[in-house]
């Protein structure tokens, strides 16, 4: 998932804060060494961490992370990531199936190949 020139700059402005109380303290949970892809969606214009849940055939999850790196801002590259998760505290309108949405606060991420 690469993206290159101007697109690139506008889009590595974006991020989860529409979506995400980045300053709250009240996380569900602890994530560690989970594998996705980034992917910046145009429908809610933001960066996201796609990870497919195991042993479903559509199941995901799509992170919204609250400060990312302009290292990863390219879509389709693979990341191991770790951090807090939260619920997302507005509603996002485009819904998948198969797909819940959570707001993220990275402790630790890597490229992954």
């Known amino acids: 998932m690469g993206i290159v020139g101007c697109e690139e700059d506008e889009k590595g402005k974006e991020n989860a804060t529409t979506y995400c109380d980045c300053q709250n303290n009240k996380y ?58 939260f619920s997302t505290s507005k509603n996002i309108s485009v819904e998948i199936g198969g797909v819940e949405y959570k707001c993220l606060k990275i402790k630790e991420i890597k490229k992954f190949k």
């Open 28 to 85: 569900s949970e602890y994530i560690k060494d989970f594998e996705g892809k980034m992917l910046y969606r145009e429908d809610i214009k933001t960066w996201n961490i796609v990870y497919k849940k195991p042993n479903t055939i559509d199941g995901a999850i799509i992170f919204l992370p609250c400060d990312i790196s302009q290292n990863y801002k390219h879509n389709g590259i693979r990341v191991i990531f770790s951090g807090k998760t």
